[in-house]
């Protein structure tokens, strides 16, 4: 039998286990992360903010939806494309924007958590929403054809790859405008 020697881990992680809990601190080091990597409980944090928004998730679905009926009505293979990136746009901009437009951004750095881990926490989140909707889109735009006989769509691997990848441009670029708006209003 071998050992391996102790890991040393940074002066945020737990110590020992969480009150209450049989786990040990790899657990609680898995939860939490590193200084600067989001845990699984910020992504989850995250993943509930963008939920949580009604009207969000209302367009979000109105867009995949709408896109792919719309593309049955007009009988094109674009539209779908098109809905299912400005659902993923609209995701990023509000997952890159939310807290510094509510004004708890700052509060949230002053808690000890790192800006970066702040930022990284939201990629998983809203890419797992960008994908989820842009499956969903899929299903329609699959469900269509068996009920009106026509032919079936070409697999969901293209609208994932784009949607993704339009999440992510609309998450850098809103989290720019938002930290240099931070930083005018702060010296105004």
């Given at each position: 039998?071998?050992?391996?020697?102790e890991?040393t881990?940074?002066?945020?992680?737990p110590?020992?286990?969480?009150?209450?809990?049989?786990r040990?601190?790899?657990a609680?080091?898995?939860?939490?992360?590193?200084?600067?990597?989001p845990?699984?409980?910020?992504?989850?944090?995250?993943?509930?903010?963008l939920t949580?928004?009604?009207?969000?998730?209302i367009?979000?679905?109105?867009?995949?939806?709408?896109?792919?009926?719309?593309?049955?009505?007009?009988r094109t293979?674009?539209?779908p494309g098109?809905?299912?990136?400005?659902?993923?746009?609209?995701?990023g901009v509000c997952?890159?924007?939310?807290?510094?437009?509510?004004g708890?951004?700052?509060?949230?750095?002053?808690?000890?958590?790192?800006?970066?881990a702040?930022?990284?926490a939201r990629i998983?989140?809203g890419l797992?929403?960008?994908?989820?909707?842009?499956?969903?889109?899929?299903?329609?735009a699959a469900?269509?054809?068996?009920?009106?006989?026509g032919?079936p769509?070409?697999?969901p691997g293209?609208?994932?790859?784009s949607?993704?990848?339009?999440?992510?441009l609309g998450?850098?670029?809103?989290?720019l405008?938002?930290?240099?708006?931070?930083?005018v209003?702060?010296?105004?």
């Open positions: 039998m071998t050992t391996t020697a890991r881990e940074p002066a945020t992680c110590a020992g286990p969480r009150p209450g809990s049989n040990g601190p790899r609680a080091w898995a939860l939490t992360g590193d200084a600067w990597l845990g699984v409980r910020l992504i989850r944090a995250e993943f509930l903010k949580r928004r009604r009207g969000l998730m367009t979000a679905a109105a867009l995949t939806a709408g896109a792919v009926i719309a593309s049955y009505l007009v293979d674009v539209l098109a809905g299912y990136a400005l659902m993923a746009v609209l995701l997952a890159g924007t939310a807290d510094v437009t509510a708890v951004f700052s509060g949230l750095v002053t808690t000890g958590r790192s800006p970066v702040l930022f990284l998983p989140a797992a929403l960008s994908v989820a909707f842009t499956l969903a889109g899929y299903v329609v469900a269509g054809p068996a009920l009106l006989a032919p769509p070409a697999g293209g609208p994932i790859v949607a993704c990848a339009a999440f992510l998450l850098g670029l809103s989290s405008g938002a930290g240099i708006w931070r930083t209003s702060r010296d105004a």
